[in-house]
């Protein structure tokens, strides 16, 4: 496993070097799996041959992140002859690859109850397990990021105008739009029954009368446990509910406009099957990675039982610092306390290891050299199309799972990217902005599914709004502005 190390900042974390690309707020448990993504056995198996100094992600303060400027280049200048040679096939030989390793990982967690195995030691198992998924997920990631210019450039050589780009993209098909699907069933078997109320506060009476049904019970039941882990991600996160499945019925329109798809020139199929897959990756493993979690996260709970701290508190740490024996060690406990105020930085070294410092000066370093600077009274906020239309509503900024109780129906879901456990936030949302992602990233996609204005890759729209502000989204020009700043938050 990797080394966690402490200690000066080395000469290549340079703001020139990294490209900042938003806050993504997570422990130092659920970054390091993003920091230490990279295998060299599976980049071997897929025929991924990059020549890079390291592998992208430095995490500070909390969930600021930067990568690598070298790393995008790369993976551009490897994406790019790809897409010259027409090589749809290596995209489908990942594809193909990321699904056994997908299958590979859920077999794991059905099989650890069983497993006969010291806690600490099956905990270690499933962590290099969850490092295997994180790999596929990562790349999707990266891949995506980077292939944004090169799709636009490939679109514009076929006549494809900007806002049919999407349109000529197979959205991928994943767990999540089986649950949809499978949720749209639900709610007609209600409404057959005449069972079923538009209304969230009718909520409790269809609780108690599906649970006066034992049938009912049986089926409902059934779809939860299957999908158990939407709300689960970075390792954190609520169990779903018979109330949250309802309530996503409720906004789940029974025509929404669903998958666009405009005739596609011959000169752009293949690059739209290769956009299809990296999405895919990207979409899945996010997935895939929740399912995963949801069936360790028993694991991590009674091993922080075990040791008299929160589940919180441990997810401070990164796996090597979990174990001395069973136990947590008192060097460990020390760093739990100091982490609780995000004065940590983490980043992947020359030498293939995570190195994580614990030092405030050398964080609030990085922050000044960093962080973009943008002006404290901006009015309007630049990203990019991710779905075009118009809202305006509150903005509320919801950073991770914490979060999730301010969103009202009509408020514009800010955050810094969208994730599996997000869908329903976004179903009642009047419009969506992110700091970060591009055309093929989760929010692109999913806002073009329930069709609602979508502004994407701004970097600091969570810096920026505060909650309550009144904003309008104008996703037809990328921009969000500003219209009156909330009194509360002045």
Not at 154 to 162: E, R
Not at 198 to 208: A, G, L, V, Y
Request: aromatic share 10%; glycine share 6%.
């Amino acid at each position: 496993m990797t080394d966690v190390l402490t200690g000066e900042i080395p000469s290549f974390i340079k703001p020139e070097n990294y490209s900042y690309i938003g806050y993504y707020k997570g422990l130092p448990f659920s970054l390091w799996f993003w920091t230490a993504w990279y295998s060299n056995e599976l980049a071997q198996k897929i025929g991924l041959d990059l020549e890079v100094q390291d592998y992208g992600f430095c995490y500070f303060s909390g969930g600021h992140t930067a990568f690598s400027k070298d790393n995008i280049r790369q993976t551009q200048s490897f994406l790019q002859k790809k897409i010259d040679d027409a090589d749809v096939a290596y995209f489908d030989h990942i594809v193909r690859y990321a699904d056994e390793e997908f299958r590979s990982g859920i077999r794991f967690t059905d099989a650890l109850a069983n497993r006969e195995k010291p806690l600490s030691e099956s905990l270690t198992a499933a962590i290099e397990q969850a490092k295997r998924l994180m790999f596929y997920w990562a790349l999707g990631w990266m891949f995506s990021e980077s292939f944004g210019s090169i799709l636009k450039a490939q679109a514009d050589k076929s006549g494809i105008p900007d806002d049919r780009i999407a349109g000529c993209i197979i959205q991928p098909v994943t767990p999540l739009v089986d649950q949809k699907m499978e949720a749209k069933k639900l709610k007609g078997i209600l409404k057959r029954n005449g069972l079923w109320q538009d209304k969230p506060k009718k909520i409790p009476q269809m609780i108690e009368t599906i649970g006066g049904s034992p049938k009912m019970i049986k089926i409902f039941g059934d779809h939860i446990k299957k999908y158990e882990w939407i709300q689960i991600l970075n390792w954190v996160g609520e169990k779903f509910s018979l109330e949250k499945l309802l309530e996503q019925m409720i906004y789940l329109k029974e025509e929404e406009r669903g998958k666009v798809f405009f005739p596609v020139p011959s000169s752009f199929e293949k690059t739209a099957k290769i956009a299809g897959c990296i999405a895919y990756l990207r979409q899945a493993g996010a997935e895939y990675s929740s399912m995963f979690e949801n069936k360790v996260l028993p694991f991590l709970s009674s091993f922080a039982k075990k040791n008299s701290v929160s589940d919180r508190e441990l997810l401070h740490l990164v796996p090597e610092e979990l174990f001395e024996g069973d136990n947590i060690s008192p060097q460990a406990r020390k760093k739990i306390k100091k982490r609780k105020n995000d004065n940590w930085f983490m980043y992947f070294d020359l030498d293939s290891r995570v190195r994580i410092i614990d030092d405030r000066d050398i964080v609030q370093a990085l922050n000044k050299n960093f962080l973009p600077n943008y002006e404290k009274d901006t009015a309007v906020i630049h990203g990019q199309t991710g779905n075009k239309g118009k809202a305006r509503g509150s903005a509320r900024i919801i950073l991770a799972t914490d979060d999730f109780y301010k969103m009202q129906i009509g408020d514009i879901l800010v955050t810094p990217m969208t994730t599996p456990d997000f869908v329903l936030l976004m179903h009642k949302a009047g419009a969506i902005v992110t700091d970060m992602g591009g055309i093929l990233c989760h929010a692109a996609i999913i806002s073009r599914e329930i069709n609602k204005p979508c502004v994407i890759g701004t970097k600091i729209a969570t810096q920026i709004l505060k909650d309550g502000d009144l904003v309008e989204v104008d996703a037809e020009q990328g921009i969000v502005k500003i219209l009156k700043r909330s009194k509360k938050e002045k």
